[in-house]
C-alpha cells in the first residue's frame, strides 16, 4: 500500500523558487577581480536566471549535457549553479587549480560542450582551446578581454543575457536526473567524477539547514570561502539560497586581508573554508585590527584542524569554530563536531579535545568503521578502521563506470579512504588518509595527528608528515616544516621535544628526518601532495642505499 | 541521464536507527499513569522495537495492515511509532477525545485489526468493542486491570514483548509505501484519513531539524504536549529520535502542575503544545513558583497564539514563543514564525506583532494565496484569500479517495481552509477558517483576530467569535467569554470598549451579543466547535425571530 502524499520531486529549481519567493530581497555580494562589490538581490538573481535558461538553450544545451564552469565564487557562478540543471542539464564544476593534463582528461572525459570562464582564469584555460575543439567558451566578464588573452570567438556572457527573454515555465524533472558533476583530485589514477542528481542536492541542501549540520539559515550571512568549483563549495550555495541566507562571495581574492575585510564590511555571521585560509585572516586580523564582531561559526575542514587554530578563534574573536569532514563523493558533508550536551558539561580542555575530532555524523548519513576484512569495528575510540558511509547523498559508482567498483563494500556502502576511531560518543576521528599511515615496528603511526602536534610550535606555518622505509621500523616517519615567517626556524631537536610529549618513542622522527623545507607540494585542492613527498624520499634513498645501506 | 547517488530509501527505521547508533544513552522519560515516571535510553527502546516487530508479525500483521493506537504519549506508543511501520504496516493513531460515532466510524473506515490502548483509557474504548467484532486489542499496561474495565480477553503488551525475539533484519521498504495514517477532526462531513509515506514523514522530521523549522537538535530537551494521536505530536517524536534529542513524555497528566513539575524535573528545554495548556502552565507557576530556567523555546499552535501569552512567556520566564501552524494534512509543519533578521532590528513592539503571525513558510514546502476564482493572490500583507501549499510532506488525496477531490487545486495544491494574508518579508497571518470568517457589510470581520483582541482583558479566559445572521448587516459577530477564575467578570462595555482600539466601529459586536457562559464547547482536538456555536444562534434566532423579527 502507498501513502498517498504529494509526489513532489525534490529539485534544483525548488531551492531557487524558494529565495525567490520568500526572501527576493535578501542579498548576493560578490567580490568582482577589480575588488570592487557587486550586488543583487535573490529577485534579480531569480530572473536573471530565467534568462541564462533561455541562453542555455539557445546555445543548443539538452537535457543530460555537461556545461562546464572555470571560476571563482561570484554571482554569476551562483547563476549558473542553478540555471543549468534547471534546464536538465548538468553543471560541472572544474577546479582552476588542475594541471593542464587533469583539465584536459576531464573535460573530455565529462564531454563538456560549454565551458563559462571566468575572464582571470581565461590565461590558464586557453592553451587548451585548441585541443578542445568541441567545446565552446563564455566568458563571464567581458569577452573582448577574453580574446586578448587567448579565447577568441568567446562569447560574453552580459551579452548573451541581454539578449535573452525569461524562460516562462521551468521542465518538469525527475528527481533522480542528474544536477551536477565534480571529478576528485585523484592522488591515485586518473581523476573519478561524481555524478549528483537533483535529489541528492535538494536534501544535502535541507541536510545543511540542520542544527546539528551545518546550522544554515536566513539569519545568517554566509561567507563561503571554500571555492564553488571543490565539492560544490561544501553545499553552502544550495543551502543559503534554500534558507534564504545573505550569500558573500570572495571572488578571486582569498588572501587574509581581503577576507577580514569582506567580514567586516558585510557582516558576515557564518563562514567556511579551510584551516590555512582562517590561519591567514587570524594573522592579518593581528596585523591590521577590525570590527569582525558579527562573525560567529566557522565551519573548517578540508584537512584536521589543529586545536591552536580552534583556540585562537575563540579567545580572540569569540568565533565557535566547527570542525567538518566530507568528500566530494559524499556531496559534501559526512560529520561536523556538533559538541553533545554531556560534552559542554566537560572542562574546557576537554570540549576543545572534542572539537578537534571530525564529529558527529549528520543527519541523513550512516557511518561505520570496518577492518581490513570487511568486518564492522566497535565504536569504542580506540578500534582504528576504514570509516564507510551510506545515505541520499553518497556517491553510488563513479561517472561513467558500469559498476560500483573497490570503492564501494558488496552492500553498498562508500569506502572513504579515511581511517578513524569513533568514540562511544559517536566523534569521528580521522587518523589519515589509508595510504598516508606509516606502520612502524608493527604498529600504526598517524600522520595527521603528529602533524597537529608540530603546529603546536609556533615557529611552523606548516606540517606533513610521511613514511619513508626503514630496515629496522618497517617505516619511519618524515617530519617536513615550513617555517613561520618572522620567527626563528625551530630547531628539530625542539620540535621532537614537543612531539615526545603525545607520542611514544618509538614513534617519534629521528633528527635527521625532520626537514625544514621552504614549502610543502600541494594538489589542485589544496591538500599537501604526500604522494611526491614519499617519491622524492625514494629517490633520495635509492640514491644512498648501493653505497652505504641506509642513513642513520 | 540519471544521477549515481546512492538508492538510499527514506524510511522511518533509518530514523530510529540513527538513534539507537548515535545515540544509545539518550533517555526517553514517560510519566505513568500513576504518576511514576519511567525511564529508558533509545538503545533500550530500540531493542523493544525489535521484539515488537516479531510480536507484530506473530499476531499476524501483514505489510499494509492499518495496528490503530488508542494512546496518550508514552515510551510505549513511541515504540509503536516505529516499530509498526517498521514491519510495513501502518500506524493509524487514533484521537481520544472522539465520541463513540466518530471512533466507530474511523476504525471500520481505517480497517484496523489491531488497537493497542493505554490502561486508562480502556472505559472509552470498552463500549465499542462488541460491534468491532474484527479488532483484537492490547492494552499497554496490564490487561488484567483492562479486562476488569470491560476489554475481557485483550492482550497484554508486556506480556507479549517478554516472550518475543528480537528481530533480526528490518524489510527492504519502499520509500512510497504508506507508514501512518490519521484522520482530521472534521468538523464538516465525515472524518477524512490522511495517508502518510515514509518518505513524507523521514523528510517531515529532517525538516523538523531545520534552523528556520523546529529547530529540534540533540542539544535539546523536547517535551511535546501535543498528543501524539493528534497530527503525529506535530512530528516531534519523530524529530527527537532522528537527532537524538532527549524525549520528555506526559502520559495523561496534561494539567499545568503535573506540566510545570516535569519540565522542572527533567530540564525541558523546548515544549510544545497548544495556548491554553502554556496558559494553563503560566497560572501554575503563579500559584506555585519553580525553576523552569531550563525552558528556552516553545512552540505553539493548533490556534492563534494571544500577544498576550508571548509576551507573559518572554517577561516572566526568557522562554522565546514561536508560532507555527499546520493541518493533518500537512504532516503537520507548514509554517513558523522564525523571525527574519529585518524584523529583529525593529522596535520590540513590531517584533511581537510579527511573532503573533503564523509566520514564513518552512523549508520544503511552496504557499500561495488565491481567491475565489483560483487566482493567486499579492504578497502585500493586505490580500485575503485562502492558503494552499504543497511539497513533499502534504497529502495528495484523502485516504479511500479515488479522486483529489475539492480540497485539491486542479494543478495539485492543497487548499487548506485557512483564509490568511502574506505580506512582503513572507509572514502568514490566518484571517480564519474559511467558514469561520464573517461577513458584515460586505466586508471581512477575522474572528481569529477578535478572539485574540479579547483576550488582552485580564479577566478573559477564553474567547470565542462567531457570526449570527443580521437583517442589516448581513452578519453580526457574536463575541462568547469563559471568564477567568477569581478575577471580576468583565463587562460588556469594557470588552466591547478593548475591542474598538483594533477594530472599526461597524465591525464591533452589540453589547447584547456579548456573552459570558461557563464554557465554550470542543472538539475532538480542542478547538472551539464553532459549528455548534452558531447552530445555537440560528436556534436562538429561529425562536425569537416569527414573532419580533430579529433582535435589537
Redesign the interface.
Known amino acids: ?8 520531486p ?1 529539485t534544483v529549481p ?1 531551492i531557487l ?2 529565495a525567490a ?3 527576493p ?1 535578501k542579498e548576493v555580494v560578490s567580490r568582482r577581480e577589480d575588488e570592487g562589490l557587486a550586488r543583487a538581490t535573490y529577485g534579480e538573481v531569480y530572473r536573471r536566471v530565467l534568462r541564462l535558461m533561455h541562453v542555455l538553450r539557445e546555445l543548443g544545451v539538452r ?2 549535457d555537461r556545461v562546464g564552469t572555470f571560476a571563482w565564487n561570484s554571482q554569476r557562478h551562483l547563476e549558473l549553479y542553478f540555471a543549468i540543471p534547471s534546464t536538465g542539464a ?1 553543471l560541472h564544476t572544474l577546479n582552476v587549480r588542475l594541471g593542464r593534463n587533469e583539465l584536459r582528461y576531464i573535460v573530455r572525459h565529462a564531454d563538456d560542450r560549454l565551458i563559462f570562464v571566468d575572464r582571470c582564469l581565461v590565461p590558464l584555460l586557453a592553451p587548451l582551446a585548441a585541443e578542445l575543439a568541441r567545446v565552446r567558451f563564455v566568458v563571464l566578464d567581458d569577452a573582448r578581454r577574453g580574446a586578448e588573452q587567448g579565447l577568441g570567438g568567446a562569447l560574453d556572457y552580459e551579452t548573451l543575457l541581454d539578449g535573452a527573454r525569461e524562460e516562462e515555465r521551468f521542465p518538469e524533472l ?1 528527481e ?4 551536477g558533476l565534480c571529478y576528485t583530485s585523484g592522488t591515485t589514477g586518473e581523476p573519478k567524477g ?7 542536492t535538494y ?1 544535502h541542501a ?2 545543511s ?4 549540520s551545518m ?5 545568517e550571512t554566509v561567507l563561503p570561502v571554500v571555492p564553488m568549483f571543490h565539492a560544490n563549495a561544501w553545499g553552502f550555495p544550495h543551502a543559503a539560497v ?3 541566507a545573505k550569500l558573500v562571495l570572495p571572488g578571486p581574492h582569498l588572501a587574509g586581508e581581503p577576507l577580514a575585510d569582506l567580514i567586516e564590511r558585510e557582516r558576515v555571521t557564518l563562514a567556511a573554508g579551510v584551516p590555512t585560509v582562517w590561519n591567514l585572516v587570524l594573522r592579518s586580523l593581528q596585523k591590521k585590527p577590525r570590527d569582525v564582531s558579527s562573525l560567529q561559526n566557522m565551519i573548517v575542514g578540508g584537512s584536521a584542524v589543529p586545536l591552536a587554530l580552534i583556540r585562537a578563534w575563540k579567545e580572540r574573536h569569540g568565533v565557535t569554530v566547527t570542525h567538518a569532514w566530507g568528500m566530494t563523493e559524499t556531496s559534501p558533508v559526512g560529520c561536523c563536531s ?1 559538541l ?2 554531556a560534552t559542554l558539561a566537560l572542562p574546557e580542555q576537554e570540549q576543545l579535545a572534542a572539537r578537534a575530532k571530525q564529529g ?2 549528520v ?2 548519513l ?1 557511518a561505520r568503521l570496518e577492518d581490513g576484512q570487511g568486518q564492522e569495528l566497535a565504536w569504542d575510540g580506540k578500534s582504528l578502521g576504514e570509516l564507510c558511509v ?10 561513467g563506470d558500469e559498476q560500483p567498483g573497490e570503492a564501494f563494500t558488496p552492500d ?1 556502502w ?1 569506502r572513504t579512504g579515511d581511517v578513524a576511531t569513533i568514540d ?1 560518543q ?1 566523534y569521528i576521528e580521522i587518523s589519515d588518509r589509508k595510504r598516508d599511515l606509516i606502520k612502524s615496528r608493527g604498529e600504526w603511526i598517524s600522520s595527521l595527528a603528529m602533524e597537529g602536534a608540530a603546529l603546536g610550535h609556533a615557529g611552523v606555518l606548516e606540517a606533513a608528515v610521511t613514511g619513508r622505509p626503514d630496515a629496522l621500523r618497517g617505516e619511519a616517519p618524515v617530519l617536513w616544516i615550513v617555517p613561520a615567517d618572522g620567527a626563528r626556524p625551530p630547531a628539530p631537536a625542539e620540535l621532537v621535544a614537543l612531539l615526545a610529549q603525545r607520542f611514544e618513542k618509538w614513534q617519534l622522527p629521528k633528527l635527521d628526518d625532520v626537514r625544514l623545507v621552504a614549502e610543502i607540494p600541494k594538489t589542485s585542492v589544496g591538500k599537501f601532495d604526500k604522494k611526491l613527498l614519499r617519491k622524492r624520499l625514494l629517490q633520495e634513498q635509492a640514491a644512498v642505499s648501493p653505497r652505504d645501506g641506509g642513513s642513520t
Chains 1, 2 share one sequence.
Open positions: 500500500m502507498y501513502g498517498q502524499m504529494m509526489r513532489y525534490l525548488a523558487r524558494r519567493r520568500v526572501f530581497d537535457p543530460g548538468v525527475d533522480n536526473q542528474a544536477a561524481v555524478l549528483y542528481s537533483h535529489r541528492s536534501l535541507m541536510g539547514g540542520m542544527v546539528d546550522a544554515v539559515s536566513q539569519r534554500f534558507t534564504g556538533r553533545r550536551t558527529i555524523v543527519p541523513g550512516e551510506r545515505g541520499p547523498w553518497v556517491a553510488a559508482r563513479y561517472f553498498g562508500f562511544p559517536g
